[in-house]
């Protein structure tokens, strides 16, 4: 990996700071929302023209989390979504989904249009391609379909990409933004007039009517998880969907290899890129390529040497940003949003995007905001988070999770370093220490860091992040920091500080 490049995501450090409080105290209001990136922000900015009065609790910094962490496609063409959709709800939710989505989109142009939010937002085709004879139906069937429900699709193989394709579609009339500025411009029109918003404010409890941090407790009549993966055990959603990271670089361009719209492959290794111009005239592009487990550094640098490769060769472009990010496949593919469940404890939540979180996002604080508000919306039955019942295919979900987790801690513990003095400057392994597995690093200085491996979700083994230097949870993706704090959830403890035996035997003597 080489050393010029920034293990951060270039948005988070192209965007100004946000300077909201810290939650102290109690606070009464309509809805608590947890979690401050595209879903958290635009929820309170729904609610806030409906008169509603809420408190946002962002654990970290406003959008800086996956929001920050995106390509930052606002589009309704998802890959080869609708005929899936299609196939599994029908025409008329395929319908509702485009309706949805391209709704998202609009709201996204006219809030940071009307609200003068700077966020470097164009207007692009978006468009999906493929080089694979065997793909070129299925963009063909994606149009059709497409078109019948009224999306701006069509056929073409004039994508502007430096290699020949078979087909593609382009979308017309999408768009591509900065992120993070958008969600932090969004935040900062919140407060005032029953709308507060804090940062560095983690909720560690809650309840249908609550939401309370180790500083004090907000009462509602309504709460909200914008927070990827519901929090705890919520609604088991951890048993619905599948966790997955992708490699994200970024790097300077050369004008006039930077193609005009936004693409992405069908096939399988993923590639996505789109253009960016920042705000001294320079150009970039973005990549992301093939997913990899959570933790399972072998596939990390793969992908990262991939999707590397892969800018490199078609567009001259070296990463001087690298970062990790990561989604959720729901199992039936639709994303979840409203009711946690159908008890008297139920949450309001939002999660299962699959990677299009900007436009459904979005999409999806509109609709949480008209189910608070009561307001009748074509599009619930298609996202009623309560569609599924978890534990009919709990089981079989956790059991695959577990023989993931066990296969990593196996692979880790097989190969060298084997102890605290086999780690190197800057190398991070899950340890077998005194019996214990141990998540340690040791730092350019020569620093250790360890803490136990265990997740405090449901006990499973984290595995190291090399890019973002981070324990990342393989079975449903909990992330922690590397003195073992939460970073986002489904956890909400964080990883326990370990103690040697030696510590141990020095204290209780």
Known sequence: MAAAARRQSYWNATAPASGFPSFTGDLEVDVAIIGGGIVGVTTASQLKERGLSFALLEARRVGEEVTGKSTAKVTSQHNIKYTTIERKFGEESARHYADANETGLRTVVDLAGRLGIDCSLERRPAFTYTKEEHHVAEIEKEVELARRLGLPASLTRDTGLPFDVLAAMRWDDQAQFHPTRYVKGLAATLPGNGGYVFEGSRVIDWGKDRAATDAG??????????THLPLGQTGLFYAENHPHMHPVIMGQADPARVPAGMHISVETPHHSLRGHRDENGRSWMIFTGPTFKHGHVDQERQAFAQIERFAAEHFGVTAEYRW????????DHAPFV?????????????????????SMGTAAGILLADIIADRANPWLDLFDARRIKPIAGAKDFLKANAEVAADLVGGYLSRKPHGFDDLRP????????????VAGYRDEGGALHAVSAVCTHMGCIVGWNETDRTWDCPCHGSRFGLDGAVIHGPAVKPLAPHVSKKDQASRSA
């Open 338 to 358: 409203g009711w946690s469940s159908g008890g008297a404890g139920a949450c309001l939540v939002a999660t299962g995007f699959d990677a299009w979180g900007l």
């Open 217 to 226: 407790s907000v009462r509602a009549k309504h709460v909200v998880m914008a």
């Open 426 to 437: 800057g190398e991070g392994a899950v340890l077998k220490v005194d019996g214990h597995n």
């Open 324 to 331: 990790t990010n990561e989604d959720y496949t729901p199992m």
